[in-house]
C-alpha cells in the first residue's frame, strides 16, 4: 500500500487455496482494500483475516481464526514500518525458518518490530482459536512513537532469536480501546472516523501507558517483596471475589496495611485502582459467558453481582462499546 512495503502469503500444506484466502490478504498491501473481511473456507477452517486503512500512513490487521488442522501461514515482506502485535487469545505463536526461532505471546502481551525485510511463519494447531491484532507505525505518520520506542530498547527484530525479544504487558486501557476497534458498529465514513480516532488513541496509550510508564519508575519507589507478596494476595482475593467484593477496609485488615497505602500501592502495582479493578474484572467475565456460553444477559449481569440491568448495560457499554446485548449479536 506504501511505498517499500511488499507483502506475499502462503498457506503451507492447502496450497490450493491460495486463490481464495492468501491471494487476497496479498492484495491488501496493493492499496486494493481499505476495510476488508477475507473468511478462510469451511473446508479450511472458520474465523477471518481482515485489514482495515482508515486513512494514509494507518493499517489495523485483525486475525481471529480456527483452522481444521495443523497449518503454518508463511510471510514473506519488506516494510519501512514498525509493527505491534497484540495477543488477544490464550496464545500466538510465530517464528523465523532461517534461524529457526519461535516466539510465544501468551494472552494481554504484546511487542513491536522494527522495520526491515524479513520472513516469518505463524503456526497453527488444530481446532485451536487465535485472535490476534496488528498495528503498523509508519514513519510519516509517527515517528516520535517511532524514536521513543528505539530510545527504550523496546524493538525487536525478526533476524534475533526468541530470547531476545522484548514482551510488554498490554494495560487494560489498551485492551479496552482494541475492543472497541473490533466492535464497531458505525458505517460509511462515521466508520473511517471512528477508527482512525481509536487508532491514535491507541498509540497515544501505547506510548504513554506501556513504553514512558514501564522505564519511568524510579527504583527508590520500588515497594517490599512483603508488599508484592500481599498486593499478589489481594488480587487473588478480589478475583475469586469479584461478584461480591470485599471493601477497602476488609482488604486491607487481610494484609495489615492502611487503607491509604493498599490503595496507592495497588494503583503502583497494577496500573489501576482497586475500584477499577473489579469493575474491569466483572465485565471481562460476563463478555466470557457471553462468548462462550449459551446464557441470557440477565444471568450473565447476575453472575458478576448486578441485579440493576441498566446499571450493568451502562458499564458493560463503557468497557467495550456495546451494550450486552448488541456485543451478543455481533459476536
Given at each position: 500500500?506504501?511505498?517499500?512495503?511488499?507483502?506475499?502469503?502462503?498457506?503451507?500444506?492447502?496450497?490450493?487455496?491460495?486463490?481464495?484466502?492468501?491471494?487476497?490478504?496479498?492484495?491488501?498491501?496493493?492499496?486494493?482494500?481499505?476495510?476488508?473481511?477475507?473468511?478462510?473456507?469451511?473446508?479450511?477452517?472458520?474465523?477471518?483475516?481482515?485489514?482495515?486503512?482508515?486513512?494514509?500512513?494507518?493499517?489495523?490487521?485483525?486475525?481471529?481464526?480456527?483452522?481444521?488442522?495443523?497449518?503454518?501461514?508463511?510471510?514473506?515482506?519488506?516494510?519501512?514500518?514498525?509493527?505491534?502485535?497484540?495477543?488477544?487469545?490464550?496464545?500466538?505463536?510465530?517464528?523465523?525458518?532461517?534461524?529457526?526461532?519461535?516466539?510465544?505471546?501468551?494472552?494481554?502481551?504484546?511487542?513491536?518490530?522494527?522495520?526491515?525485510?524479513?520472513?516469518?511463519?505463524?503456526?497453527?494447531?488444530?481446532?485451536?482459536?487465535?485472535?490476534?491484532?496488528?498495528?503498523?507505525?509508519?514513519?510519516?505518520?509517527?515517528?516520535?512513537?517511532?524514536?521513543?520506542?528505539?530510545?527504550?530498547?523496546?524493538?525487536?527484530?525478526?533476524?534475533?532469536?526468541?530470547?531476545?525479544?522484548?514482551?510488554?504487558?498490554?494495560?487494560?486501557?489498551?485492551?479496552?480501546i482494541l475492543s472497541q476497534i473490533i466492535c464497531c458498529n458505525?458505517?460509511?465514513?462515521?466508520?473511517?472516523?471512528?477508527?482512525?480516532?481509536?487508532?491514535?488513541?491507541?498509540?497515544?496509550?501505547?506510548?504513554?501507558?506501556?513504553?514512558?510508564?514501564?522505564?519511568?519508575?524510579?527504583?527508590?519507589?520500588?515497594?517490599?517483596?512483603?508488599?508484592?507478596?500481599?498486593?499478589?494476595?489481594?488480587?487473588?482475593?478480589?478475583?475469586?471475589?469479584?461478584?461480591?467484593?470485599?471493601?477497602?477496609?476488609?482488604?486491607?485488615?487481610?494484609?495489615?496495611?492502611?487503607?491509604?497505602?493498599?490503595?496507592?500501592?495497588?494503583?503502583?502495582?497494577?496500573?489501576?485502582?482497586?475500584?477499577?479493578?473489579?469493575?474491569?474484572?466483572?465485565?471481562?467475565?460476563?463478555?466470557?459467558?457471553?462468548?462462550?456460553?449459551?446464557?441470557?444477559?440477565?444471568?450473565?449481569?447476575?453472575?458478576?453481582?448486578?441485579?440493576?440491568?441498566?446499571?450493568?448495560?451502562?458499564?458493560?457499554?463503557?468497557?467495550?462499546?456495546?451494550?450486552?446485548?448488541?456485543?451478543?449479536?455481533?459476536?
Amino acid at each position: 500500500m506504501y511505498e517499500n512495503t511488499k507483502t506475499k502469503y502462503e498457506l503451507f500444506h492447502d496450497q490450493h487455496v491460495y486463490q481464495d484466502t492468501c491471494f487476497p490478504m496479498t492484495q491488501q498491501f496493493c492499496g486494493i482494500m481499505k476495510d476488508h473481511v477475507i473468511s478462510l473456507p469451511p473446508n479450511i477452517g472458520v474465523g477471518y483475516f481482515r485489514y482495515i486503512s482508515p486513512s494514509k500512513h494507518m493499517e489495523l490487521y485483525i486475525s481471529d481464526v480456527t483452522f481444521n488442522k495443523k497449518s503454518v501461514l508463511s510471510e514473506r515482506t519488506c516494510r519501512n514500518s514498525y509493527s505491534i502485535s497484540f495477543c488477544f487469545s490464550d496464545a500466538l505463536e510465530w517464528g523465523n525458518p532461517e534461524i529457526k526461532s519461535r516466539v510465544l505471546l501468551k494472552r494481554g502481551e504484546c511487542c513491536v518490530y522494527g522495520k526491515g525485510s524479513y520472513q516469518a511463519e505463524n503456526y497453527y494447531e488444530a481446532g485451536e482459536r487465535y485472535i490476534g491484532i496488528g498495528l503498523e507505525l509508519h514513519p510519516c505518520r509517527f515517528q516520535p512513537v517511532m524514536d521513543c520506542l528505539m530510545e527504550k530498547k523496546v524493538v525487536s527484530y525478526f533476524d534475533r532469536s526468541a530470547s531476545n525479544i522484548q514482551k510488554l504487558k498490554a494495560t487494560r486501557t489498551i485492551e479496552s480501546i482494541l475492543s472497541q476497534i473490533i466492535c464497531c458498529n458505525y458505517t460509511d465514513s462515521l466508520k473511517s472516523l471512528y477508527l482512525e480516532g481509536k487508532i491514535l488513541e491507541l498509540v497515544s496509550n501505547f506510548s504513554n501507558e506501556i513504553i514512558l510508564e514501564k522505564y519511568s519508575v524510579n527504583k527508590q519507589n520500588e515497594m517490599s517483596i512483603s508488599d508484592d507478596a500481599n498486593l499478589i494476595f489481594i488480587q487473588k482475593i478480589i478475583n475469586e471475589n469479584y461478584a461480591k467484593p470485599l471493601t477497602i477496609s476488609e482488604l486491607a485488615k487481610k494484609v495489615y496495611m492502611s487503607e491509604s497505602k493498599l490503595r496507592a500501592a495497588f494503583r503502583q502495582r497494577f496500573g489501576i485502582t482497586i475500584y477499577q479493578y473489579v469493575l474491569d474484572k466483572r465485565m471481562e467475565k460476563a463478555r466470557e459467558m457471553l462468548e462462550q456460553q449459551n446464557c441470557r444477559v440477565r444471568d450473565a449481569a447476575s453472575s458478576v453481582g448486578y441485579s440493576n440491568m441498566s446499571h450493568f448495560s451502562e458499564k458493560f457499554r463503557k468497557r467495550f462499546g456495546y451494550n450486552p446485548s448488541e456485543y451478543l449479536k455481533n459476536f
